[in-house]
């Protein structure tokens, strides 16, 4: 464990050598002994190779960079323990950032890429199915729009991502035991692929039949960004709920050529980075990160004003939010990766979906065999994706731009919502949701009457309720 005095009980290892060893072409393949280290001392390595790399790629000396790729390419795996898996996909991200300064190569070497309707459908129910989140995120919103709909004979819901059919019949059932009946329900779905609206409303039709309640379910085939706001038909007498699951920060993309701005902050932070990382020696990747916390790092905080809401960043956040405070919903609930994945520089974001993905590979370890497919699908399919998008791209092209909940509260507040506080009764229900679950390390936290649903004590996701102020 970490000493008092500074030092680490691994310093008797090759460990207390990292900051000084020279990443050469000289060097060829790594050390021998780099092959012989256990888990927690490569893991360490692996940390100070992807910070050494992303330093390199930042500064554009490419050279350099290429010698830490093929260092981390030895030692990590997309099949082996917490760091390999997650190094192995950093790696990939700093190099599709190295490719991305060549275009035509770019677009040949990626071009002919295809991911089927099916696949998503798949990743996204298996992210669902392995872990709590959403579904804490439902239980959430479902008593939030229950509570807010009391009394209310014409109920129109607007899923801004329709996609997983679950809440809105756990929500159907709700309905159906309500002291003074069901009301007249009436579901707008929006997602990009017809077959999936197709597939939600059968299931959800099915249901209301069974029970008994009048439904109607109106698709929408539209990415989000395209919305007609027209084609919603918000008509007068109907009490309007809005959802909108991990959707809102994907507004936040813009022309602002971010990857133009000065790294200044990367000053000498691979030093200081490296101290830090030689002070860390936990069992979890999660933990060895969150040691760096105590040891002069502090992401989200310090990090959070790199991503100001500049009129140029969220111009079209404010535009679609101010669309649907015109809809003059009597509830939004709005559930967001609660994390800083949103700075103007690769060393800012990098080092957040450190802790991010650390915590949510962690998360698997705990649950799912390594040897799982499906875990492999979760973590290449989804969490591989997304960190390619926060590393290797820029401006408009960068849709993975996740923020912490005060940000969303601003913009949501600037936009004329007033926040709803999540009533004891669902966040009891998300609660016990979490207790059920089998594993101990999930956590639930409330801020500002919201949710912060966490993996140990580190936030993931939130969920908040909002309403129209006249």
């Given amino acids: 464990m970490y000493q008092d005095d500074g030092s680490s009980s691994v310093t008797s290892s090759p460990l207390q050598f990292f900051s000084t060893m020279p990443v050469s072409p000289s060097m060829g393949s790594p050390?021998?002994?780099?092959?012989?280290?256990?888990s927690e001392e490569r893991g360490l390595y692996l940390i100070h190779l992807l910070l050494t790399c992303a330093n390199h790629v930042a500064s554009?000396?490419?050279e350099n960079a290429e010698i830490s790729l093929g260092q981390i390419?030895?030692?990590a795996s997309p099949d082996g323990d917490t760091?390999?898996?997650?190094?192995?996909?950093?790696?990939?991200?700093?190099?599709?950032?190295?490719?991305?300064?060549?275009?035509?190569?770019?677009?040949?070497?990626n071009g002919t890429q295809i991911t089927s309707v099916s696949e998503e459908i798949l990743v996204c129910k298996l992210f669902y199915e392995m872990f709590p989140f959403i579904k804490v995120a439902f239980v959430l919103s479902n008593q939030a729009i229950i509570?807010?709909?009391?009394?209310?004979?014409?109920?129109?819901?607007?899923?801004?991502?329709?996609a997983?059919?679950?809440?809105?019949?756990?929500?159907?059932?709700?309905?159906?035991?309500?002291?003074?009946?069901?009301?007249?329900?009436?579901?707008?779905?929006?997602?990009?692929?017809?077959?999936?609206?197709?597939?939600?409303?059968?299931?959800?039709?099915?249901?209301?039949?069974?029970?008994d309640i009048p439904f109607q379910f109106n698709p929408i085939v539209s990415r989000l960004e395209n919305l007609d706001i027209e084609k919603l038909r918000v008509k007068t007498g109907e009490a309007l709920a809005i959802s909108s699951v991990l959707q809102l920060h994907a507004f936040l993309a813009s022309d602002d050529e971010l990857g133009k701005k000065s790294p200044s902050t990367l000053?000498?932070?691979?030093?200081?980075?490296?101290?830090?990382?030689?002070?860390?020696?936990?069992?979890?990747?999660?933990?060895?990160?969150?040691?760096?916390?105590?040891?002069?790092?502090?992401?989200?905080?310090?990090?959070?004003?790199?991503?100001?809401?500049?009129?140029?960043?969220?111009?079209k956040?404010?535009?679609?939010?101010?669309?649907?405070?015109?809809l003059s919903p009597k509830l939004m609930v709005v559930t967001e990766q609660d994390s800083n994945h949103n700075g103007s520089t690769l060393m800012e974001r990098l080092l957040e979906a450190l802790y991010t993905y650390a915590a949510l590979f962690d998360c698997l370890e705990s649950t799912v065999s390594r040897t799982s497919i499906e875990r492999l699908k979760v973590e290449k399919m989804l969490f591989g994706e997304e960190i390619k998008n926060i590393i290797a791209f820029e401006g408009a092209g960068r849709k993975e731009r996740h923020e912490k909940l005060e940000k969303w509260i601003q913009r949501l507040d600037m936009a004329g919502f007033g926040n709803v506080s999540l009533s004891y009764y669902g966040v009891l229900q998300g609660r016990r949701m979490l207790q059920g679950y089998g594993c101990d390390g999930y956590r639930m936290k409330e801020e500002n009457g919201s949710v912060v649903i966490c993996w140990q004590d580190r936030p993931l996701f939130s969920v908040s309720a909002w309403r129209c102020r006249k």
């Fill in 31 to 38: 050390y021998p002994w780099v092959r012989e280290l256990k």
């Fill in 60 to 62: 554009g000396s490419l």
């Fill in 73 to 75: 390419s030895h030692l």
């Fill in 83 to 109: 760091m390999q898996r997650i190094a192995a996909y950093f790696a990939e991200a700093l190099a599709r950032r190295i490719v991305k300064a060549w275009p035509g190569i770019d677009r040949a070497l």
């Fill in 147 to 162: 509570e807010a709909m009391e009394g209310e004979k014409m109920v129109h819901l607007i899923d801004l991502h329709a």
């Fill in 164 to 211: 997983e059919p679950a809440q809105w019949i756990a929500l159907l059932q709700a309905f159906s035991v309500r002291p003074e009946g069901p009301p007249h329900l009436r579901i707008t779905g929006i997602h990009p692929h017809k077959e999936v609206l197709d597939q939600m409303a059968q299931k959800l039709i099915e249901e209301a039949e069974k029970l």
């Fill in 267 to 315: 000053k000498n932070s691979n030093g200081v980075n490296m101290q830090r990382v030689r002070q860390m020696n936990q069992g979890t990747l999660g933990e060895l990160l969150e040691k760096d916390t105590a040891n002069g790092y502090s992401p989200s905080p310090d990090s959070a004003s790199s991503s100001p809401l500049s009129s140029t960043a969220s111009m």
């Fill in 317 to 326: 956040t404010d535009d679609f939010l101010n669309s649907l405070w015109g």
